[in-house]
């Protein structure tokens, strides 16, 4: 918890910060800055969790029978949580 606190949370926040600012955005643009935050954290738990969905979909419930989803909806899955997800973040900006 303290490394998560005290190293990755920072990290990210300045990271945010300074893709905001290579797009001509000071630190006065938190709502932007806090999109990309989300939006940058989002995408670590996204790829992150991956291996761990499609082991858990492809091996776990097919060796007990209960998998009835293919390789293609699986993608089309991971697609669909992505796209929304970039759909509330825009309508964040676009609010403010």
Known sequence: MLLL?????PK????????????GYNKSHE???????????????L????PFGLY???????????NKQTLGLFIKDQLISVRSLLQDRIAAICIR
């Open 12 to 23: 990210l926040w300045s990271t945010s910060v300074a893709l905001a600012a290579h797009f």
């Open 5 to 9: 606190t005290n190293w990755y949370m």
């Open 31 to 45: 709502v932007l800055i806090t999109v990309i935050y989300n939006l940058l954290d989002s995408g670590k738990d």
């Open 56 to 66: 858990s979909t492809f091996v776990v419930e097919q060796k007990h029978g209960f």
């Open 47 to 50: 790829l992150l969790g991956l």
